[in-house]
């Protein structure tokens, strides 16, 4: 083996999918060693609790079919890239739990629609990934087998509710990993740890097999070291699926080709030339962390450097996303968990005198606190006397959040920008006795949920502590082309996104 084919091998966790696309297509590196490599680093890294199921065997046959094909002439972007799945996509050949106790030892008898789309384009499933019970959470430590701990300091969240997927790509595990977004679960996560993740427009993922958590909220999207990469992974996982009735009918989307467009006017030193972000006031209040507000002025000066315009917006409602949020999706949770009652899958309690007292201790076994206070909470704003007060007034909400955005983008800007936080990752524990507390910490990634919006969170710099802060980039339907391309050109003229936590085990002396 050569000295530069020795030193490849060794640094192959520090490729993204498009660089290791580029080298399985030389052939200069086979799936193969690429598995066996990120699997021994998944093995070491075991205490940040990441995965839930790693399927060593599975993943190194699903590379050998690959690096066969890619010998018979196949191509394709993703064929032999490993990849993982949050644990709330169900997997016909590994089990999946929701991070539940309720669904210990599931096994279902299909995949989830983006896992299939990623499994014919060829990708390599390592395993599962951690989440938060059901997806509920802003911390990832709600889930029922082990908190998740951010890779640039064990001491603090990862970020929630795709907490696992985050950590597995920051602590270069893995290149790229499915997650979920309902309220910001893929862009706050991705800004705890530094790394690209985006929630495209409500409808363009298929929901076909993720498990309900708030039907009108939940979207899938990917989570990658760079925009480029979140770009190729986006574009196989989207598209029309007929199996899910709030899919969008729209024809498949070549999301890479899009973010390489340059705008009209455009040049090579000023690509986003001509590109008005709007900066709602609402998105910088004086409680912002000056850490996390100093990271974020100083990316929306790179993006003026690179041609963009900045203005000035208001979204109005702003504050009130958090109360409508919060009663939406509790309500659409208390339906959609109502199915988990001990009879047909899921959890049973061993000892019952009968069916009414099984419901009760089957499912005050299987589910955790949090999950048993948004159920509790959706089935209050649902009762009788209640709908009409507060379900009924929040949907009304919404659709004015909705306006509010739609007023900005229709005469104003192209693409809001701030912060994903108001701070940077707090400590493990650090909200545990105060759920209020991580709800609040939402506020900026709300709005865009509530509105069906893509959005999505790209590193920016460092604050307290040294962790991570995000910028999040929203756009207005289906215009995830224009996010990509904005996030792209500010890391082509950036380092942020190649910047990795130096792991204990791995620091030099």
């Not at 539940?100 to 983006?114: E, I, N, R």
Request: hydrophobic residues 40%; contains cysteine; charged residues 15%.
């Amino acid at each position: 083996m050569s000295a530069l084919h020795a030193n490849l091998h060794g640094n192959l966790h520090e490729m993204g999918v498009a660089e290791l696309s580029r080298a399985l297509t030389k052939k200069s590196v086979s799936s193969v060693e690429v598995t066996t490599h990120l699997l021994a680093r998944v093995a070491t890294h075991e205490h940040l609790g990441a995965w839930l199921c790693v399927d060593a065997g599975g993943a190194l046959k699903q590379a050998h079919a690959a690096d066969a094909a890619r010998a018979q002439g196949h191509v394709g972007a993703l064929l032999g890239i490993p990849l993982a799945h949050k644990d709330i996509f169900v997997t016909r050949d590994l089990p999946t739990t929701a991070g539940s106790k309720m669904l210990k030892g599931y096994q279902s008898p299909f995949d989830a629609t983006v896992v299939q789309r990623l499994t014919a384009a060829g990708a390599v499933t390592l395993g599962k990934l951690n989440c938060d019970e059901f997806a509920m959470g802003s911390a990832n430590e709600n889930s029922a087998y082990s908190s998740v701990k951010n890779p640039w300091d064990i001491t603090r969240v990862p970020g929630g509710s795709s907490g696992g997927s985050a950590a597995a790509v920051a602590a270069r595990m893995l290149p790229a990993a499915t997650g979920t977004d309902t309220g910001g679960s893929i862009r706050q996560p991705a800004s705890f740890t530094g790394i690209t993740g985006i929630k495209p427009t409500y409808g363009v993922c298929s929901r076909f097999g993720m498990i309900a958590f708030a039907s009108s909220l939940d979207q899938a999207g990917p989570m990658a070291r760079s925009a480029a990469d979140c770009a190729l992974l986006l574009s196989a996982m989207s598209g029309f699926d007929e199996r899910d009735s709030t899919s969008a009918q729209r024809p498949p989307q070549d999301y890479a080709a899009q973010m390489l467009k340059a705008r009209d006017g455009a040049n090579s030193d000023q690509p986003l030339k001509g590109l008005r972000i709007g900066l709602p006031k609402e998105f910088f209040p004086a409680a912002l962390a000056a850490d996390v507000n100093g990271a974020v002025q100083a990316a929306l000066a790179q993006l003026q450097r690179l041609g963009a315009t900045l203005v000035d917006v208001s979204l109005p409602r702003t504050e009130l996303s958090i109360p409508v949020y919060y009663i939406i999706a509790p309500a659409e949770a208390s339906s959609n968990l109502s199915r988990f009652d001990g009879v047909r899958f899921g959890h049973r309690a061993a000892h019952y005198s009968d069916l009414q007292d099984m419901y009760k201790k089957s499912r005050a076994e299987g589910f955790g606190p949090e999950v048993k206070r948004r159920i509790m909470i959706g089935a209050y704003v649902l009762s009788h006397g209640y709908y009409d007060a507060y379900y009924l007034q929040a949907q009304k909400l919404r659709r004015m959040i909705a306006d509010d955005f739609q007023a900005c983008f229709k005469n104003q800007c192209d693409v809001i920008a701030g912060p994903v936080a108001p701070t940077v990752a707090w400590k493990l524990g650090g909200q545990g006795d105060d759920p209020v507390a991580a709800y609040l910490a939402d506020i900026f990634t709300l709005p865009a949920s509530l509105a069906g919006l893509p959005g999505m969170s790209l590193p920016v710099g460092f604050g307290e502590g040294g962790m991570p802060v995000g910028l999040q980039l929203i756009g207005n339907y289906f215009d995830e082309g224009r996010l990509l391309h904005t996030a792209h050109a500010f890391q082509q003229a950036t380092d942020w996104h190649q910047r990795a936590p130096v792991l204990a085990d791995e620091a030099t002396t």
